[in-house]
């Protein structure tokens, strides 16, 4: 039977999954990461503090494993992230950092690691989460130091370092619009306006079961295609209460379905990636005590009605 893949395909889409290196030494779930899934993410291999763990030092190891691995599996990559606020090396957070000296640091990161990337990532990742969920700029030591204009300079820098990759800024609780959506439907604009090398913007979609299902998506995304940007759902997960009930279930796939409709009935929402696959490996329960079950395969790798209904969406 056709895959995830094949079925996304059909409609000019990818359909994604992340993974994490420590995962790759279980086979049963390599084989259902490199089959049904035709994009990857790095959930962690790329971020700073792998990929640079002391000044001027990279380490490409984590990284270079998943990419190797998807190229195996004639996959792409979504590259996962430069500039975030977490995450980051000891070396960088430790110190009080003038703003030219910050500056000199950030370019040298994104540059390295764009370049060493260069032709092998379908996009990046390049700004995470810059902005609170009331739509004012998140105090990072990015901002606090550089000021707002540190997006603009990260972008044109990982432009320069690979004209091909497509750029992104990323963020979760976006979905709806709201103003944190506004915040960034704001800065995509005055960004494209002035020229910046901006592509997409990134819909993490990290959703909870108790918070309800964000039910402007589908216009909020068309308004960033408004823009001339691509949009992605990037993270997606729907996480729950424990223990999991059949009707939660059933809810669940519900909003799988809902939310790749919305996808597909966007021109340029390009795919929808699942922050991992399987309950085995999802970030939810370190995060959330007592919630998880938030991906469409089981802990024992079975696929749950989340699955179904993926496909249903996708046929
Ligand atoms: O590497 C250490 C290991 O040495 C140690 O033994 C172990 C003990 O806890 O921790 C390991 O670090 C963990 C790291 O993942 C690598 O596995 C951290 O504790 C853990 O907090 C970290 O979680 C990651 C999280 O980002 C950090 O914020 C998740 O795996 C990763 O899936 C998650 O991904 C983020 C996206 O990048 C951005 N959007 C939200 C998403 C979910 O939080």
Redesign the pocket.
């Known amino acids: 039977q056709p895959t995830l893949a094949d079925l996304a395909r059909r409609h000019g889409r990818y359909f994604g999954s ?1 993974t ?1 290196n ?1 995962e790759l030494t279980d086979s049963a779930y390599t084989k259902i990461l490199g089959s049904e899934f035709d994009m990857i993410t790095p ?2 291999g790329m ?1 700073w503090y792998a990929t640079e763990p002391r000044q001027g030092v990279f380490d490409w190891t984590a990284g270079d494993q998943i990419v190797n691995l998807a190229r195996e599996n004639h996959q792409q990559v979504r590259a ?2 430069l500039v ?1 606020h ?2 980051l090396p000891d070396w960088l957070t430790s110190k009080q950092w003038t703003a030219d000296a910050l500056r000199a640091v950030l370019r040298q990161h994104i540059t390295t690691e764009v370049r060493h990337y260069r032709g092998e990532v379908y996009s990046w990742d390049v700004v ?2 810059a902005f609170n969920d009331d739509g004012t700029y998140r105090e990072s030591l990015w901002y606090k130091t550089l000021g707002p204009g540190y997006i603009a300079d990260a972008l044109r820098w990982a432009h320069e370092a690979d004209p091909h990759a497509r750029l992104y800024l ?1 963020d ?1 609780n976006i979905e709806a619009t709201g103003p944190k959506s506004d915040a960034y439907y704001a800065l995509a604009k005055n960004l494209r306006a002035e020229g910046v090398p901006l592509d997409g913007i990134g819909f ?1 979609t ?1 959703l909870a079961l108790q918070y309800g299902y964000p039910t402007t998506i589908e216009g909020n995304l068309s308004r960033f295609s408004g823009l001339g940007l691509d949009t992605a759902l990037t ?1 997606a997960d729907v996480r729950m209460r424990l223990p999991a009930t059949d009707a939660m279930l059933a809810e669940q796939a519900d909003w799988y379905r809902q939310l790749t409709q919305a996808c597909l009935a966007v021109r340029r929402c390009v795919g929808i990636t699942v ?2 696959y399987t309950d085995k490996y999802s ?1 939810i329960p ?2 959330f005590p007592g919630e998880g079950a938030a991906l469409p395969w089981d802990e024992q790798l079975n696929p749950k009605p989340a699955y179904q209904a993926l496909r249903e969406a996708l046929s």
Do not use: R
């Open positions: 992340a994490d420590p959930g962690n971020k996962h992230t975030w977490s995450q995470n989460e990323n979760y993490q990290h993270e922050w991992d970030w370190g995060v």
